[in-house]
């Protein structure tokens, strides 16, 4: 498999692109069709549904409660036209083009040569029968912005980093390709490491196919995996499942069986290489803290229901999806996220499905990220188990808190921000590396700075972390793992702390908690590190750090789009605050911060210093534009949601 089919968090589809919204409110490629919501030139009240399917090109518009447009006899209406030429800008004409599968000529697509290809096809009228569904998704889409904010850890958004590369046109560097990532100490072998992920590798193969009617080469794969935790207490359950699976007759426990064998060889792999990180840094981790009792179970109907799609999805494979089979996962998880207890899950299914629907259909991907999609698929299934999903707190501290710098994880209808930072408790005890996060549902044409604006209200420590500030911290939850519940109650602004200074003076001692058994995976390893002293290459879009005569490779992508930190900031550094990683092979850094020069001056430049707010010049644009966005969004929302 090549570096991207084996990369947990490669990226599938390009982020969403930021528009204007008061015109086309609501656009997407769904269902087989390019379908969006158009706001009425002379009602504000009115709104037209309009779609064109993919291949024929047939068309439909009428409003809302399906009185026909006027416009729309014969030929494509202004309506259709103006939901065309949004869609481009916010997918790209390329992906509009080979959604709707119309052939363009050489000099590239563009909103008009899709326009003009289609209607020089004759495409017939369609009836307006999906204009109930379209709306409905229109609903759905807008109810985002009515959804709470948690910050309750999502560890699942670990799999989406954002994109700034694609974000700007520039396609992002495949992780693991260069020569970079092999050589250094990070990069000796690990005994045992390759034996694991073949066996993982041969599972992920066999879904591809789908386990409904496996072939042989599928039977072999699965009995890889079986071999692979022979000894181990899932020894005999797993043997079973994968013989059942082999003769396609698995249920639903037998492939909930599959998945644990799964991810208990990948909880293996990040146990060896968190002792090979922990060998680099010098730092350990802290005792492992009791694990309270999980509370009441939430209703076992959504999970349930989760699970039965999930093996759906199993049973047709990667390369059997549909546009039916993934749009069974809407009606679950829009029960799901309104439930404090379920948003864990349903932020996931979520995420997974709207990236198997842009893949529609399963057949036609020339490549399919064959590891991820395992992920994401084991995940979920081991989540939708009772008391699975559950981040309950251990206890409280009480001590300062040192931001250390920003992570952001974001997919099309969900965003987290994660603080990494050093608290120095109260009572004196050695410093410990916490994290604290925030995360929103939001529409997906909420991008950028509007994601700063839905968190901004509900997390000081954004502010905080943004302004070089620390933290007071009273009685202020925390889980085993070491994620900090956060509270606005327990926790007050307090003095200056520049971050650097704290990586360079508190982070070696600082020791980290273990990971729960379910987030043992080498996607989820994000170790602070301080990094000085090095030497930039720079290799068309590649960066590398050498770093004491070993090569590091950089992922600037990682940074989030709305921040001055991008590859430009890395380059120019002589410090670095970031997050070691690996993924596909091979270790990498995620800067958060840097110290550089700008105009003769040595400054910090940090990947959330927008968070809280911003008074540069490139900022305040995007701010502004994100707050017409949402605006926009709220409007309709105020008008059509009804309590």
Not at 588 to 597: N, R
Request: net charge negative; charged share 20%.
């Amino acid at each position: 498999m090549s570096h991207w089919e084996k990369s947990s968090t490669a990226r599938v589809t390009p982020p969403a692109r930021p528009r204007k919204l008061a015109k086309v409110p609501f656009v997407e490629l769904a269902d087989g069709r390019l379908q969006g919501v158009v706001s009425s030139g002379s009602d504000i009240e009115r709104v037209y549904v309009s779609s064109v399917a993919a291949g024929t090109y047939a068309f439909a518009c009428s409003t809302n409660n399906n009185r026909p447009c006027g416009g729309a006899r014969g030929s494509f209406c202004n309506h259709i036209r103006a939901m065309i030429n949004e869609a481009v800008l916010q997918y790209g004409a390329e992906r509009v083009a080979r959604y709707l599968r119309v052939e363009i000529s050489d000099e590239g697509p563009s909103a008009d040569t899709v326009v003009s290809a289609m209607t020089g096809a004759r495409p017939p009228q369609a009836d307006t029968k999906a204009a109930a569904a379209v709306f409905s998704r229109f609903l759905r889409h807008l109810a985002y912005l009515q959804l709470a904010p948690t910050t309750a850890p999502l560890p699942e958004m670990q799999w989406f980093p954002p994109t700034r590369a694609a974000a700007t046109g520039v396609p992002p560097r495949e992780p693991g390709s260069g020569e970079a990532e092999r050589t250094g100490p990070l990069a000796e072998p690990v005994a045992g490491l390759d034996d694991a992920l073949t066996a993982v590798d041969a599972f992920d193969r066999a879904l591809v196919g789908g386990l409904l009617r496996p072939r042989p080469d599928q039977a072999v794969a699965l009995g890889e995996l079986a071999d692979a935790v022979a000894g181990t207490p899932l020894a005999s359950r797993v043997a079973e499942a994968a013989g059942k699976a082999a003769a396609g007759a698995a249920g639903e426990d037998d492939l909930v069986a599959l998945a644990a064998a799964r991810t208990a060889l990948l909880g293996a792999v990040h146990d060896a290489l968190m002792a090979r990180v922990a060998e680099t840094t010098g730092r350990g981790h802290g005792e492992a803290e009791a694990v309270p009792e999980p509370g009441a179970q939430a209703t076992a109907n959504l999970p349930a229901a989760a699970r039965a799609w999930l093996c759906d999805l199993a049973r047709a494979g990667w390369q059997g999806i549909d546009h039916e089979t993934v749009s069974g996962a809407a009606q679950v998880v829009s029960a799901m996220l309104p439930d404090p207890a379920l948003r864990r899950l349903g932020t996931l299914l979520d995420g997974f499905a709207a990236e198997l629907a842009a893949s529609c259909p399963g057949a036609s991907l020339e490549r399919i990220p064959v590891r991820r999609w395992g992920d994401l698929w084991s995940r979920a299934m081991l989540l939708t188990l009772p008391h699975a999903a559950g981040t309950p707190a251990a206890g409280t501290v009480t001590g300062r808190l040192l931001p250390l710098g920003v992570d952001v994880q974001e997919h099309a209808t969900a965003a987290q921000a994660q603080v990494h930072a050093v608290l120095e408790p109260a009572d004196g005890s050695a410093p410990r590396l916490v994290r604290a996060s925030i995360s929103v549902p939001k529409p997906d044409t909420v991008l950028g700075a509007g994601v700063w604006q839905l968190m901004r209200p509900h997390m000081s420590l954004l502010a905080a972390a943004g302004e070089g500030r620390s933290m007071d911290l009273v009685d202020m939850p925390i889980t085993a793992e070491g994620d900090l519940i956060w509270s606005e109650e327990h926790g007050r602004p307090g003095e200056p702390a520049d971050a650097f200074a704290t990586a360079r003076v508190a982070l070696p001692a600082a020791t980290a908690a273990p990971a729960a058994p379910l987030d043992r995976h080498p996607a989820r390893i994000a170790v602070p590190v301080l990094l000085e002293g090095y030497a930039v290459q720079r290799d068309e879009d590649a960066l590398t750090f050498t770093v004491a005569g070993h090569r590091l490779a950089v992922d600037a992508d990682r940074a989030p789009g709305a921040g001055p930190l991008g590859a430009e900031e890395v380059a120019a550094s002589r410090a670095c605050i970031g997050l070691l990683r690996w993924d596909a092979g091979a270790f990498s850094v995620q800067p958060l911060a840097v110290e550089t020069t700008v105009r003769k001056k040595a400054v910090a430049v940090h990947a959330g210093a927008w968070a809280g707010g911003t008074a540069d010049k490139a900022g305040i644009k995007a701010e502004k534009a994100a707050t017409d966005a949402v605006a926009a969004l709220r409007e309709r929302a105020g008008r059509l949601l009804r309590k």
